[in-house]
């Protein structure tokens, strides 16, 4: 997955930190941060915290991060204030783009292959995704 364009994506999402504040981290390096701990096991802010601070060199390649890795009660302030449609629409977008070129449907019905059919009926159509190992699954 993308992670230059997720980070782009992020950046549409209202700043919920005070404009004014020293803290001087971006908030779509918060959210990736946040976003890999969840897929890494870490649960609550103190995780994200520890995952930040061990991975730090690795992150530091694909994110700003002009000050420091940001504290657990940074996590807490700005997951805690931002709002969760704008996030969940990020992601979504993400998730769908990147799945986009694995993805692909097969007409199993005569009239959808040549376009007389009306639409896709129902089992007219079978959608599939590559397996990762050269074959395909059906979804």
Known sequence: ??????????EEIPDPQQPWGTCGIKLEDILVIGLATLLDTGSDFEARERFG???????????????RIPDACTFFRVFQRIKPASLSACLYVWVAEAREPYQWHI?????????????????????????????????
Do not use: H
């Not at 997955?1 to 992020?10: E, G, H, R, S």
């Not at 009926?121 to 590559?130: D, I, M, R, S």
């Open 107 to 139: 007409n199993i019905d005569g009239k959808t292959i040549c376009g007389s059919g009306k639409g896709e009926k129902e089992g007219t159509v079978l959608y599939c995704e590559q397996d990762g190992k050269g074959s395909a699954k059906a979804l």
């Open 1 to 10: 997955m993308d992670m230059v364009w997720l980070q782009k994506k992020l």
């Open 53 to 67: 601070k061990e991975r730090e060199a690795a992150l530091r390649k694909f994110l700003a991060l002009p000050s």
